[in-house]
């Protein structure tokens, strides 16, 4: 059955584009507000990020992550936003060294980022502690087979379990962490984040 917390991008409904846009456009704007260093900037940023988005859905690939996508096109705004005002700054000299060299340091760091592993930190944490909280056989099942690469007949017989009860523990497993991360899901299936966390 489909997993209904995740969104398959690219978007061309507008019921879904609506989830999106009310599950990501705070967390988007506290991304790009951190950088322009005003709200109301950051919210228009975000905004028109999501337009460009739904404008131009017809023209993106099939396997085009709709989140990822908004969110580098906000890096690329906000880019644009900070290269203008650092002009603006040296053209007028409307402001001290201080805050030149606070606008530079955000450009650097926006050039740097990579927007899809931007929330990595916040979902591994998530993913840890989900973990922890797991019933103690549903973990080991869980670490035994996507950690491990243990096969189902492996898992078993080091439990002292049935496979049926295998792919059962794997399966609660799965949903919690579905659950927890039903937020993140389509970033992280763009930037493969969950991968690298169990490994």
Known sequence: MKDRNVITPPLHKEAEFGELYKRYKARFESFAVGYVQDRLIAEDVVTDAFIYYWENRSRLDADCNAAAYIL????????????????????????????????????????????????????????????????????????????????????????????????????????????VLRDYLPLVLAAGVLERILR
């Open 72 to 179: 580098t096109t906000i890096r690329h705004k906000c880019l644009n936003y900070l290269r203008a005002l650092q002009v603006r700054m040296r053209v007028h000299n409307e402001v001290g060294d201080l805050q030149r060299r606070v606008v530079s340091e955000n450009i650097r760091s926006l050039e740097l980022c990579d927007p899809q592993h931007l929330f990595a930190g916040e979902i591994e944490k998530l993913v840890r502690d989900c973990m922890a909280e797991m019933p103690e056989l549903t973990r080991q099942v869980f670490t035994a087979r996507r950690i491990h690469g243990k096969s189902y007949r492996e898992i078993a017989a080091e439990c002292g379990i049935t496979e049926r009860r295998v792919e059962t523990e794997l399966e609660k497993a799965l949903g919690k962490l579905r659950e």
